[in-house]
Structure formats: C-alpha cells, structure tokens
C-alpha cells in the first residue's frame, strides 16, 4: 500500500535554532516528492521539488534531502523564525496510471521566542 | 501570482442540509481538485475534474458530487449533509495533469462544521 509517514508529528523549537522534519514513504515506483507549507487557517504552499535524480534542494532558510534508496526525505529548517511555525507535508506522486498523490499527515512546527 | 479562491472561509450547516463549496481559479488551469483535511488524516481526495464537464472520483467520494460547468470554477456538493462531513475542505488547481509534477496551488481552505 503507498504510503507517506512523517516524524515527528509536532514539534517545538526555540527561535533561532535548527529541526529536521522526517518523511518516509512506500509510493512505488516513485516520481517525485513535494515539502509544503501550511500556515494555520492557510492552504498548502509548495515549498521544494524532489525528482528522482536530485537529492538536496535548497529554498532560501529550507533545504530538502531525498534518498530514493532508503525512500527518506528531510526537510531541514536553519535558523528558525517565528513565521515558520507551520505544518509541513510531505507528498509523493507514483509513476504509474494516474499519478495520485499521496499526502502524509503533517509535523505541526511551533517556533517559540 | 496563481490565486485559488473558495466563496466561504466558515460555514455551518444542519444535517439534511444541501451545502455547495464553490472554488474558482484564475490561471487557466486544466486540473481542479477537491480535498478534505482531517487531523491525524491528511489531505484525502474527493473528487477532481481534468476539464469542463469532466469529474474523477477520488478516495472518498462517497455523499459529494461535484460540478465543473467553466474551466475557472469547481463546485463540490454535499447532498445531505451529514456530522461526519465536519471537516477542512481544500480546493486546488494545476496545469496539465497531476502526473507530469505539476504543483496543486490550493485555496485557503473552507471549514465547515454540520451540526
């Protein structure tokens, strides 16, 4: 079954310093993975693209990791700011048929000053 | 700047209640989408529309239907509404289809509480 976990579910992290956020996922075969943001009361917002052939992504304060061995991806957050207190969802298209994404169910991120 | 609307932030309904969501987006998108967000469940697609007059199920389509009569907007319909479609609905549009990468731009989101 295709499936997409992230860890952990939330998180709590001083202003200024770093997190990692976690996905792992089973979506076989793979195309590609998306990182967004969801501000609270917000839709998503896409923050990177992970392609099979690429395994570091950075956007700004964000970099992305991808491991399409391990199927692992991390979304790592440097000097954090109190605007980045969000969601963060990881997603992942297969390649076959339809290509439904497959949502994971989020790490709720609260920076605190 | 791709803009995604939905007509209500909040909503609250009764149960039996006929509730329609509108979306509209203003990029020319083939693709529209319409999600529910729970906690603990993530996004779980409803239904979604490669064009005019063309509608897909999703995973749960079950008590929604949906109407896509202009390319720009995309109705999801809940018949009779029931508590358990208490939920976070997310409408989203892309270009072409999901399954070249393209990224799903979403409203801000609808909640709708059936009381």
């Known amino acids: 079954k295709n499936q997409v976990e992230q860890s952990p579910q939330s998180l709590i992290i001083l202003e200024g310093k770093n997190c990692t956020l976690q996905?792992?996922?089973?979506?076989?075969?793979?195309?590609?993975l998306r990182w967004y943001k969801q501000d609270t009361g917000r839709g998503p917002v896409s923050l990177t693209i992970?392609?099979?052939?690429?395994n570091t992504k950075s956007n700004g304060r964000y970099t992305a990791t991808l491991d399409a061995d391990t199927k692992q991806s991390s979304l790592h957050i440097t000097a954090s700011q109190l605007s980045d207190s969000a969601s963060y969802i990881c997603?992942?298209?297969?390649?076959?048929?339809?290509?439904?994404?497959?949502f994971g169910t989020g790490t709720r991120l609260l920076v605190s000053p | 700047d791709v803009k995604v609307t939905q007509s209500s932030r909040y909503l609250v309904k009764r149960t039996g209640e006929k509730v329609f969501l509108e979306c509209v987006q203003d990029?020319?998108?083939?693709?529209m989408f319409w999600y529910r967000q729970d906690p603990g469940l993530g996004l779980r697609l409803i239904y979604f529309?490669?064009?005019?007059?063309?509608?897909e199920k999703g995973d749960i389509p079950e008590g929604y239907s949906v109407s896509r009569e202009k390319k720009e907007r995309f109705s999801l319909i809940l018949e009779s509404a029931s508590t358990n479609q208490t939920s976070m609905y997310l409408c989203?549009?892309?270009?072409?289809?999901?399954?070249?990468?393209?990224?799903?731009?979403f409203g801000p989101g609808t909640r709708l509480t059936v009381l």
């Open positions: 989203a549009s892309s270009l072409f289809s999901v399954g070249r990468g393209n990224e799903q731009f």
């Open positions: 996905c792992n996922y089973t979506v076989s075969p793979f195309s590609n």
């Open positions: 997603v992942v298209r297969g390649s076959t048929g339809f290509q439904k994404l497959v």
């Open positions: 529309s490669y064009d005019v007059k063309m509608k």
């Open positions: 992970m392609t099979f052939s690429e």
């Open positions: 990029m020319d998108h083939e693709n």
